[in-house]
């Protein structure tokens, strides 16, 4: 059973093939490519968990990646990794909504736990979903309390353990 779906982007054959073959040892379901403009349509077509981007990459870099993501997968978490780090593009790339950046060379058992991390993340949230009804979500709230929450049908009043009203 996979713990997740990654995307592993680096324009480097030698990086790609060590991290493709680590991150299956894992468990994760991974895709692998050497190209920007790859990955970009590899995420046109299914949604990722995690991407694991070098940043500097010829035509299609890491940020644009990142950016993609942000716009169309913003529960994706994005890891950077770049043998070019710098203060600067590092606090640039977390601004921008990266999980992690990752300096090369680095180590395997460092992108393990990060990954691990960024797939924990992602549980959690999932998990914190009030219900299978995400569509259908409606502010609600108990007439004896004035806490708000987000779902009638998952939730009760938090001070009696009554059922939610809607409100409109």
């Given at each position: 059973m996979s713990s997740g779906k990654l995307l592993i982007v680096d324009d480097e054959k030698v990086a790609v093939k060590n991290l493709e073959h680590v991150m299956k040892k894992e468990g994760y379901e991974v895709t692998a490519t050497q190209s920007g403009a790859n990955a970009m349509a590899h995420m046109d077509k299914q949604q990722?968990?995690?991407?694991?981007?070098?940043?500097?990459?010829?035509?299609?870099?890491?940020?644009?990646?990142?950016?993609?993501?942000?716009?169309?997968?913003?529960?994706?978490?994005?890891?950077?990794?770049?043998?070019?780090?710098?203060?600067e593009s590092a606090v640039n790339a977390m601004k921008q909504g990266a999980f992690n950046y990752i300096a090369k060379p680095f180590r395997l058992d460092?992108?393990?736990?990060?990954?691990?991390?960024?797939?924990?993340?992602?549980?959690?949230?999932?998990?914190?979903?009030?219900?299978?009804?995400?569509?259908?979500?409606?502010?609600?709230?108990?007439?004896?309390?004035?806490?708000?929450?987000?779902?009638?049908s998952c939730w009760t009043c938090p001070a009696k353990s009554l059922p939610l009203t809607a409100m409109c």
């Open positions: 990722f968990d995690v991407v694991l981007t070098d940043l500097r990459m010829e035509k299609v870099d890491g940020l644009q990646i990142l950016e993609k993501c942000r716009k169309n997968w913003p529960d994706t978490e994005v890891i950077l990794i770049t043998g070019y780090a710098t203060l460092e992108v393990r736990k990060v990954v691990a991390e960024a797939m924990e993340k992602i549980r959690l949230r999932r998990e914190n979903v009030p219900c299978a009804n995400r569509s259908r979500v409606s502010r609600a709230r108990c007439a004896s309390s004035p806490r708000t929450v987000k779902c009638s």
